[in-house]
């Protein structure tokens, strides 16, 4: 038995220009995408997470400087990431949602749509 050997060549491809990575959008770009729905308009959900965050550290911050407690770390992250948490999943839920659709309108395609219509047959 004879071994077949293949010779394998390679290519090295070399770019005329180097490779640069596409421009950062601004910074108010993902802060708008975070704090506004489809429509563009201002959610409450999102921005109540931010009062709230915002809140969390001024809470904490206050308990540590002021009130010389104990900073607890576990504890602010264990909130922190529940209230991330939640936050993401008000936001992977809304994202289901077709621009100019309300939530109303939304239930009333899917229920319909799910219903089948029995015809009788003459």
């Known amino acids: 038995m004879t071994a077949k050997t293949h010779r394998r060549t390679r290519v090295v491809v070399t770019p005329t220009k180097p490779l640069k990575s596409p421009p950062a959008p601004p910074?108010?770009?993902?802060?708008?995408?975070?704090?506004?729905?489809?429509?563009?308009?201002f959610d409450l959900g999102a921005v109540l997470?931010?009062?709230?965050?915002?809140?969390?550290?001024?809470?904490?911050g206050y308990n540590t400087i002021v009130l010389h407690n104990s900073f607890n770390a576990m504890e602010f992250g264990?909130?922190?990431?529940?209230?991330?948490?939640?936050?993401?999943?008000?936001?992977?839920?809304?994202?289901?949602?077709?621009?100019?659709?309300?939530?109303?309108?939304?239930?009333?395609t899917e229920t319909t749509a799910s219903r089948k219509i029995d015809i009788p047959r003459d």
Do not use: N
């Open 78 to 108: 264990t909130g922190v990431g529940a209230m991330l948490g939640g936050f993401a999943v008000y936001k992977w839920g809304d994202a289901k949602r077709a621009p100019g659709t309300t939530t109303t309108t939304m239930q009333r």
């Open 49 to 60: 997470v931010g009062f709230v965050g915002i809140f969390m550290c001024a809470a904490s």
């Open 27 to 41: 910074a108010e770009y993902w802060l708008r995408s975070i704090l506004t729905d489809h429509d563009g308009y």
